[in-house]
């Protein structure tokens, strides 16, 4: 279920936004952009239940989940999924060391085939593998991701969290990055997510604010490339203090008619909550900009085709992952 929590003040404010020259990657150049309108993403129907891990793994007698993932197309003509998979007892600095891997023609099918780990935490160097997301460049596919650190009390304070890379040419062997990894931040820094948007790349992660405001944060840094990166940018700021950023995971930004949607995962203050927020500048999403609340976590916006869209659901309490189609209506006046 969806609350819909935008104000009038908002909506007015979008709709008398001054035009702009900001434009996706790819088309004409304007200087006569009409007004924005704001667009609530809604999830509509039922959520479909298209991988459960438990099905296809018998190594351990207990209960397998999933929790953050991404999806892909991939050259094979099949959506192809990777995240992380745990199971119970659950422990996430000593049970999340894999990513799963499924594929399948369609989002809604019924038959996601279980390959082996895409990857495998890397003995003296990653200590965990979590919250993977591919990116396509050309003919290869980068996966970025957080592998933790090899402090001994890393999980007992804002510890730094590594982000790495890796690339693929067919989606199944993946190569780690020699310079791994490309950088590092406070609050178990984790959960990436990059944006290519007019020639330059946003990479968005969760984090908390530094090393002793704990506020929970996303934090974006630019680059030229997938190689080199800026330091850091606060981008929005979630008033909840913990250690590891937990009330603004699985961030996600979507560029859609001239404004930018902010998705993050309220973990912490409720476990099964995502929030969106609009914002003109992909640099800076205030918190009063909400659109709405949406029911899930580690939420994944999928676009499949121009006006096909899809989300994801997953977490510690589930036993692997669903999705729902999505759309987006737009605010009237």
């Known amino acids: 279920m969806i609350k819909r929590l935008f ?27 009409p007004s924005r309108i704001l667009q609530i993403p809604k999830v509509v129907g ?50 999340e060391t894999k990513f799963f891997h499924i594929s399948a023609k369609d989002i809604f099918s019924d038959s996601w085939e279980d390959h082996d780990y895409a990857l495998r935490a890397k003995d003296g160097v990653e200590r965990v593998l979590w919250a993977p997301h591919v990116f396509k460049e050309g003919d290869e596919y980068i996966m970025f991701y957080n592998a933790g650190n090899l402090q001994e009390n890393a999980p007992n304070y804002a510890s730094w969290g590594t982000l790495h890379k890796a690339t693929s040419k067919d989606m199944f062997h993946w190569k780690r990055h020699e310079f791994n990894p490309l950088f590092s931040d406070p609050g178990h820094a984790r959960d990436s997510y990059v ?11 969760t984090r908390t604010f530094n090393e002793i405001d704990l506020r929970s944060c996303v934090a974006v840094r630019k680059g030229p490339d997938t190689d080199h990166w800026s330091g850091p940018k606060i981008v929005h700021t979630q008033p909840f203090e913990v250690d590891w950023g937990g009330d603004a995971e699985s961030p996600a930004v979507i560029y859609k008619d001239g404004l930018f949607y902010l998705f993050i995962c309220l973990a912490m203050t409720e476990y099964n909550l995502t929030h969106v927020y609009w914002s003109e500048d992909p640099l800076n999403f205030p918190k009063e900009n909400l659109v709405t ?36 209506e737009k605010v009237e006046k």
Request: net charge negative; with cysteine.
């Open 7 to 33: 104000s009038a003040q908002i909506i007015l404010l979008l709709l008398t936004t001054c035009d702009s020259n900001q434009k996706r990657e790819g088309s004409e150049n304007t200087t006569d952009q």
């Open 293 to 328: 609340t949406i029911d899930a976590h580690a939420a994944e916006v999928i676009q499949a085709r121009n006006d096909d869209w899809y989300i994801s659901n997953t977490g510690w309490d589930k036993k692997g992952l669903y999705v729902a189609r999505l759309v987006w």
């Open 46 to 95: 039922e959520w479909k239940h298209i991988f459960n891990p438990n099905d296809t793994r018998s190594e351990i007698d207990t209960t397998w989940y999933t929790n953050d993932h991404c999806f892909i197309f991939g050259p094979d003509n099949k959506w192809h999924a990777y995240g992380i998979i745990g199971h119970k007892p659950i422990n996430p600095w000593t049970g």
């Open 195 to 205: 944006m290519k948007f007019n020639g330059e790349y946003y990479y968005y992660y």
